[in-house]
């Protein structure tokens, strides 16, 4: 299943372009800012988690400096 940008105007989805996406971040400050920034009055009402769930931005929506490209996986425990 495709995901979608969730910018306004942007007609991206996943299935049709090499950008990455990003799911809206679960931590309440952080998500009322990407909210904030995309400017979308339908998506105020919603918790950071379904955002989290439900919403992404494509990477056109971010500048090159922001993105991280390091994978951290957490350590298994040892027994």
């Known amino acids: ?3 979608f940008c969730a910018a ?3 007609k991206r989805k996943s299935t049709q ?3 990455a996406f ?4 679960r931590d309440p400050a952080r ?3 990407w909210v904030e920034n995309c400017r979308r009055a339908d998506l105020e009402d919603k ?8 919403y ?3 990477a056109k929506h971010f500048e090159t400096s922001m993105i991280c490209r390091t994978i951290h996986f957490a350590e298994a ?3």
Not at 22 to 25: L, N, Q
């Open 1 to 3: 299943m495709p995901n």
């Open 8 to 10: 306004p105007n942007c």
């Open 17 to 19: 372009s090499d950008l």
């Open 22 to 25: 990003f799911r809206f971040p």
């Open 31 to 33: 998500c009322q800012k």
């Open 47 to 54: 918790t950071p988690d379904q955002l989290n769930k439900h």
């Open 56 to 58: 992404r931005l494509c």
């Open 77 to 79: 425990s040892e027994n």
